[in-house]
């Protein structure tokens, strides 16, 4: 095991499965998602950049909402049925450990990076390249696993940044840094942002249905994600 997770499009080999999957789905339709869109709040006339956009699930409840997408996604896969679900936005294929040189500075109104920040391995040159095409008074928002949940999963030092590999239910294989919450204050920090709010979201009472068990443990333990607004510092 090596101190990085690397470049591969890791959700690529699965795309199809996720995106019908995340669409209705207990963590993505019921929790993180209502969390995120609630943290943007009105996006009526804005452009909204959708960075690690995924099947495009976000994307199409902003276009509803009346932004103007621009998304995109390590997964040539994912990029597709970003743009069969919601044809209005712009997506393209795009590693974001590389700079967005397809973006000139203060170009979007808002950032959204949803549960992919820990697929990175230098996620404050990332921060930086979102920090700089976001216009003046603009926000970012973005999620990432609970950070006291990869701890009680996991075990070993709380404190200590480093690369889990792990199989989920489905038989997904994933690469990914746990890395303590400070860890991710101080990246945005360096990025030249500010944080105006940390949620610890719960599921929406629609969740109870699918899962009693997720519904009420969530509602009471910190092992599912977390989401933040951040703004540019000045």
Known sequence: MTDAVGRDAQYERFADEFAEHAENGFHNAHYDRPACLELLGDVAGK??????????L??????????????????PRMVELAAQRAPSAEFRVHDLAEPLD?????SVDLV????????????????????????????????R??????????????????????????????RYWATPLEATCEELCEAGFLIERLREPRPTEAAAAISPERYERLHREPTGFLAIRARPSS
């Open 47 to 56: 452009r909204v950049l959708d960075v690690a956009c995924g099947p495009g």
């Open 58 to 75: 976000y994307a199409a409840e902003l276009v509803a909402r009346g932004a103007q997408v621009v998304g995109c996604d390590i997964s």
């Open 102 to 106: 397809w973006l000139p500075d203060s």
């Open 112 to 143: 959204l990076f949803a549960l992919a920040l820990e697929y990175l391995d230098d996620r404050a040159a990332a921060l930086r390249e979102l920090r700089r095409v976001l216009r003046p008074g603009g926000a970012l928002v973005l999620s």
């Open 145 to 174: 696993s609970h950070p006291t949940g990869d701890w009680l999963r996991h075990g070993g030092n709380y404190f200590e940044s480093r690369v889990i590999e792990e199989i989920w239910s489905r038989g997904w294989q994933v």
